[in-house]
């Protein structure tokens, strides 16, 4: 098992209008939840994305200035916003990628499942509609807590008939973002050069980041990898501390879930090896049935699962702490879907 990820070399999907040099670009993205903290930066960053050509934003609130906004953006996409319930449904038909930032972040003192009483409805409610107007479509959640909210979509789509597991994705690539550019700071290397694998879930207890199969081979201390691996864990509240009441990581999220969905358009426009970690339903982990592992996308989300490879002995520690957590809020995600 190689353990690469599909790191772009620019800013993911870039398109200035002298590089439109793609031969398909004709895909649909719809944004739920685009007015937020990370909508708006999100839905900039898929403007500009030159495999685009039709981008539909929803939110409960504002939709209609942003897409107005982002509108006279000198791209081809065509921007549409909707805004309210009712106009859901038309937001998302046909599309190829249906991308959710809606929900409710932290403030400093909260955990993530914290958040699972306001945002597991807000998730449940959006996928329903999803499973009924594009059932096809691929599914990339970035709503918390992201270990019990994939259970909740994928239940959904269950209940509908729908699941395809291969087309449904929690967005954990903030977590090897981050990874990349605290181990590239320490090392010295490029951040653009640098891919370490992050796998588990997404909470302090779960994601698991795996230096022993980093590209290029990483040179820090055990105990250098030791204090990485804290940061990286703890990443998002350094974020939440430092916001001190406004929010959580809104920009650096968009730009991993602009990464993210890049890949997935790539995938689905027939690139090969296109390679990202993601937290999806799957049987890699004992024990368990939802983990976060580096996927192959393609035409029809994940091509292959590439599982959790071999791990040294401080990340088989990690994992064994992680398991636990990630049963206990798989369970909490399945069993709001059946009440
Ligand atoms: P925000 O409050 O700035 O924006 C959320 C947006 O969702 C708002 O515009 C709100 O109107 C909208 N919304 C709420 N309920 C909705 C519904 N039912 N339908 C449509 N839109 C709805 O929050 P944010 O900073 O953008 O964060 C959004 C979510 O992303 C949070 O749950 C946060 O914890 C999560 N997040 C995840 C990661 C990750 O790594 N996966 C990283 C950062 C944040
Ligand atoms: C993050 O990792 O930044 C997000 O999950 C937001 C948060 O609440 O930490």
Redesign the pocket.
């Known amino acids: 098992t190689k353990f690469r990820t599909s790191k772009p070399t620019q800013i993911p999907g870039l398109c200035f209008r002298t590089f439109n040099t793609s031969p398909q670009n004709n895909f649909h993205v719809a944004v739920?939840?685009a007015?937020?903290?990370?909508?708006q930066p999100l839905g900039m960053l898929l403007k500009v994305n030159r495999l685009i050509s039709k981008l539909t934003l929803?939110?409960?609130?504002?939709t209609m200035g942003v897409a107005a906004d982002l509108s006279h953006i000198e791209t081809p996409a065509k921007v549409k916003g909707f805004v309210g319930k009712d106009k859901l449904c038309e937001a998302i038909e046909c599309a190829n990628i249906v991308v959710i930032?809606?929900?409710?972040?932290?403030k400093p003192g909260m955990t993530?499942d914290d958040?699972f009483n306001k945002?597991a409805s807000?998730v449940r409610?959006?996928v329903a509609c999803v499973a009924d107007t594009a059932p096809k479509a691929l599914i990339g959640i970035?709503?918390?807590p992201?270990n019990a909210v994939i259970p909740i979509a994928c239940e959904v789509l269950k209940k509908k008939c729908k699941l395809d597991p291969r087309r449904v994705f929690?967005?954990?690539t903030?977590?090897i973002v981050r990874a990349n550019t605290f181990v590239a700071s320490l090392s010295g290397v490029s951040p653009l050069e640098v891919n370490v694998p992050v796998i588990g879930g997404?909470s302090p207890e779960t994601i698991i980041p795996v230096f022993s199969r980093a590209t290029p081979g990483v040179k820090v201390s055990e105990d250098k990898v030791k204090t990485l691996t804290k940061r990286i864990k703890e990443a998002?509240t350094e974020v939440v501390k430092a916001k001190a009441g406004t929010?959580?990581?809104?920009l650096s999220?968009a730009y991993?879930a602009a990464r993210f969905t890049n890949s997935l358009l790539r995938g689905l426009a027939g690139e090969k090896d296109v390679i990202e970690p993601s937290y999806v339903q799957s049987d890699v982990a004992c024990g368990i049935n939802y983990f976060a592992s580096p996927l192959v996308l393609g035409k029809n989300g994940i091509e292959k699962n590439l599982g959790i490879g071999k791990l040294n002995k401080f990340e088989e520690e990690l994992l064994k702490k992680a398991i636990p957590v990630l049963k206990k809020n798989i369970a909490t995600g399945v069993k709001f879907v059946s009440k």
Not at 35 to 39: E, R, V, Y
Not at 58 to 62: C, E, I, K, T, W
Not at 247 to 250: D, K, M, V
């Open positions: 739920l939840g007015s937020g903290g990370i909508g929803y939110d409960l609130q504002h930032p809606a929900g409710l972040p932290r993530r958040l945002n807000v409610d959006l970035i709503t918390n992201i929690g967005i954990t903030l977590d997404h998002g929010g959580s990581a809104t999220m991993a």
